[in-house]
């Protein structure tokens, strides 16, 4: 879901009051008003520029009925964080929500001074009185000043920032400042030059219809690759490890797979299923609206599949190469070679002149071992105002195939205009309509339902074919976002397994941006691991956002880590549950196929470190386990009735516990 810009902005902006004060700070310490600030410093979803002055509507900001001249408009979720060194004294400003809110909006504004919180606003709503907020600095290195919504999962809630300064001494703070990226800590152990084979353990393809699948394996190259028992109709190409051809039965065939090099060889089965199902484990991919918005373009995507083979990411299991959002033509343009027409006289869609030759590219991303995805929606326009598919879905499923992609993201956006109602059955329909489409066509491609999760639509998205739905709203690089989404996913575990998964949205990790400039994602470096952890043991897609060739060590970390895939792409496809959550402290455990390993992650939502012990009563376990620390891949010894560990704000422990015979 991608809400017009106007409606949706992210990071705290600002306020400032600078035209009457004159002895706000003690002698010889000076003022910085918050709105001098360069602001496009400040990160926002859709790459937005604040208000300052006015409120994003540009009317005068109006807290409670009384007007302010002065200070900056801001929306949740956001977040904002200086760099002080110990050189300020002292924070102030007037926080409270705007009058042009919703009815239903609420805020709360909170202030960490090196990462403990020592204010938190009461939940601001319309005609709530503006709160005044004085902070004393003293001493204090980083101040982050944060608005969240309250756990409602909405962004548009209006938030103003007036009479806001810091008084400080030398050199004015540093707002956004993201030196900390260098200091975060990369807990996996360097790859073995030894061959591995990684990735998923089953695949499943419909009969009659291409089949790919590429061999991920690590090692040092050169690398080749075998496969015994392969289907009747499938090849290998031992130089690449691309596994292609066409099944024509139905059934299950175990093969068993080899890469070999000049230091040895690994071997793994693969059971491969001929039948009704795709996406038997969750997709892992990369798509690149995180980072491009709709400034993504042939040349970008050619570039990400490079990055994605020359940062070795393709031999951990990254599959899917997906295009979001603006490829097609926006009616009335003249953004085409066929002059402008978004449709031929076939009604058959066409691509923009940013996408010059759809198949040519498909063809690009297959050969180099991955999958190619394709983004629409089911009403005339898609969120960019795109030409959509309503009403010709048929025709679109059909040019999707012929161009040769296997993955769809149909976004509900703005059907909202084309049906008023949001009964249940309205909210079926169009993905009704399109996976009768995508059934007609010869080709498997993975049907993503991004519909926000409206009607509980992990109750029925299985039952109308999706492969994977949204749960929720869409995701950005804030804790509050990330803690809201992630953690909200109890009770759903229920609804997703083999081909059927909860998606709750990309993964906001890396260097992202929504456009043009690019940032490194807010979260922090234990933020980041409760990210990868908590979505692995969902069994959640892991669709990456970022710029992969601009990927530091940290976030190939994340990415790279096989046995938090391995918890991710287990083959009994079970998501996780919580089985305990109390101050702040949560518990969750994921069944895996082999029945002698447990996968659990002990997760603290406070801003100081707590211990967190998980006993075996509490996890359903009995008798001596081993627990193995999946991040660092290493074994922590031998436990009798519990496992205990100091778990970082914000932070995670992600373990595997396996039965001592």
Not at 106 to 134: T, W
Not at 274 to 282: F, H, K, N
Not at 295 to 318: E, F, K, P, Q
Not at 492 to 504: I, L, Q, R
């Amino acid at each position: 879901m991608r809400t017009n810009p106007s409606l949706r902005s992210i990071p705290v902006l600002m306020a400032a009051f600078f035209c009457s004060i004159t002895s706000v700070h003690a002698q010889g310490a000076d003022t910085l008003w918050l709105q001098k600030i360069d602001l496009t410093r400040f990160t926002q979803d859709w790459n937005l520029t604040p208000k300052a002055f006015l409120s994003l509507e540009k009317e005068p900001l109006m807290i409670a009925g009384k007007k302010f001249r002065n200070g900056l408009a801001s929306q949740t979720e956001g977040l904002i964080r200086f760099e002080l060194n110990g050189k300020a004294q002292k924070f102030h400003t007037l926080f409270g929500l705007d009058d042009a809110s919703c009815k239903s909006s609420s805020v709360s504004f909170s202030a960490l001074a090196d990462g403990k919180e020592v204010f938190r606003s009461p939940v601001m709503k319309r005609g709530s009185k503006a709160v005044d907020v004085n902070i004393n600095l003293n001493g204090v290195k980083q101040l982050s000043l944060v608005i969240d919504d309250n756990g409602k999962g909405l962004y548009n809630d209006k938030a103003d920032f007036v009479n806001a300064f810091i008084v400080h001494q030398g050199a004015k703070p540093d707002a956004f400042n993201f030196n900390y990226i260098n200091k975060r800590h990369v807990l996996t152990p360097p790859e073995s030059p030894r061959p591995k084979i990684n990735g998923a353990r089953v695949f499943g393809v419909r009969a009659g219809h291409p089949f790919m699948f590429t061999i991920a394996a690590t090692g040092k190259r050169p690398m080749s690759f075998a496969a015994e028992n392969l289907p009747q109709g499938l090849s290998l190409d031992t130089k690449t490890g691309i596994i292609t051809g066409v099944v024509n039965g139905k059934g299950e065939t175990v093969v068993k797979l080899k890469a070999k090099n000049e230091l040895g060889a690994a071997i793994r089965e693969l059971k491969v299923i001929v039948g009704d199902r795709i996406a038997l484990t969750p997709p892992m991919g990369w798509n690149g609206y995180n980072r491009y918005g709709d400034s993504i373009d042939h040349v970008t995507v050619r570039n990400g599949v490079d990055a994605m083979v020359s940062s070795g990411l393709i031999n951990h299991g990254w599959t899917y190469i997906n295009i979001d959002d603006s490829w097609s033509i926006k009616p009335g343009s003249k953004d085409s070679m066929r002059m402008g027409e978004p449709r031929d006289a076939n009604g058959m869609i066409n691509a923009n002149k940013k996408f010059p030759d759809m198949k040519a590219l498909t063809d690009y991303i297959h050969s180099k071992g991955f999958k190619a995805g394709i983004y629409s929606s089911p009403s005339t326009l898609t969120c960019s105002d795109y030409t959509a598919s309503y009403e010709f879905e048929e025709k679109d499923a059909r040019r999707w195939a012929d161009w040769g992609f296997d993955y769809l993201k149909h976004d509900y956006c703005s059907y909202g205009d084309v049906v008023k109602s949001k009964t249940l059955e309205t909210l079926k329909k169009p993905y009704i309509v399109m996976r009768d489409a995508l059934d007609k066509v010869d080709r498997d491609i993975v049907f993503s339902l991004s519909q926000y999760g409206m009607g509980n639509v992990w109750e029925w998205g299985d039952q109308i074919g999706g492969n994977s739905w949204r749960t929720t709203g869409d995701l950005i690089d804030t804790w509050s976002s990330l803690s809201e989404t992630g953690f909200t996913q109890v009770g759903k575990e229920d609804f997703a397994g083999p081909g059927h998964w909860n998606d709750p949205d990309m993964l906001v990790v890396g260097w992202v941006g929504w456009g043009e400039w690019q940032y490194p994602s807010r979260l922090t470096a234990d933020e980041q691991y409760t990210h990868m952890s908590l979505w692995s043991l969902l069994a959640a897609p892991l669709l990456m956002g970022c710029d992969v060739a601009s990927m530091d060590a940290f976030t190939k970390n994340l990415f790279t880590n096989d046995e938090v895939i391995e918890i991710n792409q287990d083959p009994l496809g079970k998501q996780a549950g919580r089985v305990l959550e109390k101050d702040g402290l949560e518990i969750w455990i994921k069944e895996l196929e082999d029945g002698s390993r447990v996968a659990v992650g002990l997760f603290n939502r406070n801003s100081t470190t707590k211990t967190i012990k998980a006993s075996w009563n509490v996890l359903g376990l009995s008798g001596k386990q081993t627990a193995r620390d999946v991040w660092r891949q290493k074994n922590e010894g031998v436990f009798f009735d519990s496992f205990s560990a100091a778990v970082p704000a914000h932070g995670v422990k992600l373990i595997t516990l396996r039965k001592v015979k």
